[in-house]
């Protein structure tokens, strides 16, 4: 009699085992943000929404990378610890959805800023997004308009002194035509 098994159960048992497994870990981590790439001006608050879902309580780290520095912002467990650098201490607000406020910006503050969620089991995913910083507009129409005013004031005084030179020229011109001129009583008219 033939028996013909393609497989026999200890097979399907690993090879169950095994998709599972790699089922768990594809869906393990989850961050969804809605939004990536945010542009603020100087002195604005910016906030970095994300919503993170994973197996277990996530350890949540944020980093800031520009191309001249790399440092981490904070790291926290949502309900067990919160721990912020000093760097930001006091600019820096973290929810246990992961997300994180930055208040007050500054230009150095434009950059890539990263989170990386790390489950109890090890395993980690990161997301990155990009802040630019634009200066205040009214901060360059003020400069723009003290120089303006600057460069204004300059251009009366140097009028003012060619001017004045000019009138004194005249002046100096008249007096020496009459220094210069010959006091002759012999070249009166004749009466006709």
């Known amino acids: 009699m033939w028996h013909f098994r393609l ?7 690993v090879f169950l085992s095994i998709t599972l497994y790699i089922c768990d870990l594809a869906g393990a981590i989850s961050i969804h943000s809605p939004q990536r790439s945010l542009t603020r001006s ?16 996530p350890t949540i780290q944020w ?12 790291t926290w467990q949502p309900g067990v610890y919160t721990n912020i650098t000093v760097d930001y201490s006091s600019r820096v607000q973290p929810y246990n959805n992961g997300s994180i406020g930055l ?9 890539f800023y990263v989170v990386t969620v790390t489950e109890t089991a090890g395993s980690s995913k990161d997301t990155g997004f990009v802040l630019k910083v634009n200066e205040v507009l009214y901060e360059d129409l003020q400069y723009l308009s003290v120089s303006a005013l600057a460069l204004a004031c300059l251009a009366v005084i140097l009028m003012l002194a060619v001017w004045l030179l000019d009138k004194a020229y005249r002046k100096i011109a008249a007096w020496r035509r009459r220094t210069q001129m010959p006091e002759n009583d012999a070249t009166e008219l004749q009466p006709l």
Not at 44 to 49: A, G, N, R
Not at 103 to 111: E, V
Request: glycine fraction near 10%.
């Open 63 to 74: 980093t800031f990378m520009s191309g001249v520095v790399s440092r981490t912002i904070g």
């Open 7 to 13: 497989w026999d159960v200890q097979d399907v048992a």
């Open 103 to 111: 208040s007050d910006l500054r230009l150095q503050d434009a950059g």
């Open 42 to 57: 100087v002195q604005d608050d910016v906030f970095f929404s994300v919503d993170v879902t994973c197996n277990g309580i």
